[in-house]
């Protein structure tokens, strides 16, 4: 049977995208996935159950010639892409903003920001053709309320949620849907080094935040457009 909608995720190897690839499938989607290390992508991908069925697509999204090669190979494989996402963000810094550097803003601006935007870019034009689409971009709370150290961090963060309204407001009327959902702590594997056991368990869970990806990716998500969805779990006050 052939996938209902199909979905382009960049940042295969992600520490969130084994929930993320995994809930999509569950939900029956066609998924095309990139990644920059082949050997990382297809073992990250070997690892999640149903990942046989999942195109893999190298690709450095800073690039915008590999976003637009990673949105070609969508339309090759699937004839169309319903839904795009990217879990790709730069190395997070936590720095006085005194002690930051021009070099240190422009790795978050290129990691985090070329990444989102260059993906968009690529994918909007065959979502107009095909008469719509949803892009659902990610930012963490740094976005909105940026803790000590972060200015910078948060700064790009921002400045995805602003870029993600400004698409939502252009093309409303022909079918985009486009949205970011801003997450607070996440609980992957990884996070438990860093975490008290508190913040852990106050954090969302993997599998929460992939859910709440595939909802604003979905037809039944299109009536929150334009929007900042805040994914704050028990982390809330």
């Not at 309204?165 to 997450?183: E, F, M, S, T």
Request: proline share 4%; charged share 15%.
């Amino acid at each position: 049977m052939a996938p209902r909608r199909i979905v382009l995720i960049g940042g295969g190897t992600a520490r969130t995208a084994p929930a993320v690839i995994g809930a999509f499938l569950t939900a029956g989607y066609g998924v095309t996935v990139t990644g920059r290390d082949p050997g990382r992508l297809h073992a990250a991908l070997a690892a999640i159950p149903g990942g046989e069925a999942v195109q893999a697509v190298i690709a450095d999204l800073a690039e915008p010639a590999d976003a637009e090669r990673a949105v070609a190979a969508t339309l090759e494989r699937w004839g169309r892409v319903d839904a795009m996402t990217t879990l790709v963000q730069a190395a997070f810094l936590q720095r006085p903003f005194a002690e930051t550097s021009l070099a240190d803003f422009e790795a978050l601006v290129i990691g985090g920001l070329y990444t989102t935007y260059n993906l968009a870019r690529a994918v909007l034009p065959a979502m107009l053709a095909a008469g719509g689409g949803h892009i659902v971009t990610i930012a963490g709370g740094s976005a909105v309320d940026p803790a000590p150290g972060r200015a910078l961090f948060g700064a790009t963060k921002a400045a995805v949620v602003t870029l993600t309204k400004g698409i939502a407001r252009d093309y409303k009327h022909q079918g985009i849907v486009a949205n970011c959902l801003v997450a607070g702590g996440i609980g992957t594997e990884a996070a438990r080094q860093y975490l008290s056991a508190a913040d852990f368990a106050a954090a969302a869970t993997p599998q929460e935040f992939a859910n709440a990806l595939v909802f604003l990716a979905s037809a039944e998500g299109s009536g929150i457009n334009g929007a900042a969805v805040e994914l704050n779990a028990r982390e809330v006050g």
